[in-house]
């Protein structure tokens, strides 16, 4: 499934947050060639999936130092491609908890259930395939329920070190 997936977002690992580390696995897709996707928060509850070239495009932001992209790209003085524009074949999402059902429990900023929200629309009204959304989880974050709001937005899969887990029948 991996090897097909040409356009990916993810989030950048903070180790503040004691999240699955992505580090890692952004340079190997760069690496591998993949167009790749980080946010770049850009007010209350939004954020853009900005593409990158090479782990250098990345700066510590506040509060917590996650690193992100500038708007602009400093080697061509241009606005970065935005995944919304580009589409996705892959997005990974951070979370505290997620269900096997694919409910995901944020931190509760709403950045991630926004995204998705307009992502899917936007893949939807296009007819574009829509994008696999999963979760990387350690192993005991995925827990038998978790509570949602109306807003939340599920995921397709998670991954974990141990197996993944297809919660809509995508994988």
């Known amino acids: 499934m991996f090897s097909n997936v040409k356009r990916i977002g993810l989030y950048v ?13 952004l340079r190997i897709c760069l690496d591998m060639k993949k167009d790749c996707f980080v946010p770049k ?8 999936m900005l593409k990158v070239a090479d782990f250098s495009d990345l700066r510590p932001a506040p509060p917590f130092n996650i690193l992100e992209p500038d708007r602009e790209d400093p080697a061509t003085g241009k606005h970065r491609p ?9 997005l990974l ?19 991630y259930d926004s995204y998705i929200e307009k992502l899917l629309q936007k893949s939807s009204s296009e007819g574009n395939e829509r994008p696999l959304i999963a979760g990387l989880a350690f192993s005991c974050q995925v ?29």
């Open 13 to 25: 690992s903070c180790p503040n947050l004691k999240e699955v580390e992505t580090q890692d696995l």
């Open 41 to 48: 928060l850009t007010g209350k509850r939004e954020m853009q």
């Open 82 to 90: 935005e995944a919304m524009d580009e589409g996705l074949d892959l």
């Open 93 to 111: 999402v951070p979370g505290l908890a997620f269900s096997a059902e694919g409910k995901r429990l944020g931190r509760g900023g709403g950045y």
């Open 143 to 171: 827990v038998p329920d978790v509570p949602c709001d109306s807003h939340d937005m599920e995921v397709d899969a998670i991954f974990t070190a141990a197996d993944p887990i297809d919660c809509k029948g995508k994988l």
